[in-house]
């Protein structure tokens, strides 16, 4: 993400979903792609910084119980989206479901993962996935390997892993060393254990009405889930999604045309962005520039999802920067009707949907319902 002026150099990679945002988002131009067109999107915004966000198998349930009104909580006039709460409810959900399938048919979901080099941030990631799933009693796997190891190397221990009955979900943590081709390597894992939901086989049923993918990315999932999780009405209405990255922006935007949205996506050629995002109702950010969505960007009593998540530079702060959204939050939450916080939202929901991801794919594998 392109730092404000002033902010330092942070660079914080959380997962494989925040690596690949950030390296597909820089320089924000602007103008507008209706779903649907043909238009390349490999020139989208080139900054450095987004987070990491379908059907949620049988522990997500759309009905009236599962609606957390109850936990919004009030600033200026909107509501704010917990999105801790709501991936700890999940977490629950997950670890309920996980004891259910142990003590029915003794199995356990694994998910492993494998590291190349001693990338700071990426081991910091690493740890936080380990301690998530033990949270929830998914079994972790690990491989480190050095940074001079071969992509030959890489792909023995992603087969194995492909022929482990006990591993139901496979990361590679990137980014990988520079010898190495990520694509070769992503496109090891095979479909059944892409719990990151980036193979293009899952993107593509995604995009196709009547039928389902495997995987849904994390991100753009628990985005949606959010809105299914605070019972916003999303049939009918106008949505725009600012970004159309492959991770977060495009997911998200077929996501919601499949919840019969009118969805429009916002990127870095849009003529007019600021009308557009303008009318509507649910507004879904990922582009990675800190406080670009002003006020004025906004419809008064709409929802908006904030992905970003970028470091600017705060001398109060101990660490010396803060972390804020791609939407300015003080504006924001005085005209929308519901919003989510930067940090708090979005980025809890990346780990719980991942943690989903490999129990239904543990499921699916063992045909457990």
């Known amino acids: 993400m392109a730092a404000a002026a002033g902010s330092p150099a942070v660079t914080m990679f959380t997962s494989t979903t925040d690596y690949y945002s950030r390296k597909a988002l820089r320089d924000f131009r602007f103008p507008v792609v209706h779903v649907g067109t043909a238009e390349n999107d490999s020139s989208f915004f080139r900054t450095r910084s987004i987070t990491t966000a379908s059907n949620f198998s049988s522990i997500s349930s759309r009905s009236s119980s599962s609606v957390l009104t109850a936990a919004m909580t009030t600033d200026a006039s909107a509501k704010v989206i917990d999105g801790k709460s709501v991936a700890k409810e999940i977490r629950d959900e997950i670890a309920a479901e996980i004891s259910r399938m142990k003590n029915s048919i003794g199995v356990i979901p694994g998910l492993a993962v494998i590291l190349v080099g001693d990338r700071k941030d990426s081991a910091t990631y690493v ?9 929830v009693g998914i079994n972790s796997y690990e491989v480190r390997l050095p940074e001079d190891s071969s992509e030959q190397e890489v792909l023995k221990h992603i087969s194995g892993f492909n022929d482990d009955p006990s591993v139901h979900g496979i990361l590679v943590q990137l980014p990988l060393p520079r010898h190495m081709n990520e694509q070769n390597v992503l496109n090891a894992v095979c479909i059944e254990k892409d719990v990151d939901g980036f193979h293009p086989l899952n993107i593509g049923r995604l995009a196709m009405r009547d039928r389902e993918p495997l995987f849904v990315p994390c991100t753009p999932k628990g985005c949606i889930e959010l809105l299914h999780r605070y019972g916003v009405d999303i049939k009918g209405k106008r949505a725009v999604v600012i970004g159309r ?59 908006v999802i904030d992905v970003g998540i970028n470091p600017v530079e705060d001398a109060k702060s101990p660490r010396g920067y803060r972390l804020v959204g791609d939407v300015c939050y003080e504006e924001a939450s005085k005209i929308a009707s519901a919003i989510t916080p930067v940090p708090g939202g979005v980025g809890p929901m990346t780990i719980a949907m991942l943690l989903s991801n490999t129990l239904i794919s543990a499921k699916r594998i063992n045909n457990f319902m």
């Open 127 to 135: 740890r936080n996935k380990k301690k998530s799933c033990e949270s």
């Open 245 to 303: 990255s492959n991770i977060v922006g495009m997911p998200a935007a077929l996501l919601l045309q499949r919840e019969d949205a009118t969805v429009s996506v916002v990127h870095s050629r849009t003529k007019n962005p600021e009308k557009i995002t303008r009318e509507a109702d649910i507004i879904i950010s990922a582009v990675g520039q800190p406080n670009m969505v002003k006020g004025s960007w906004i419809k008064p009593g709409s929802v």
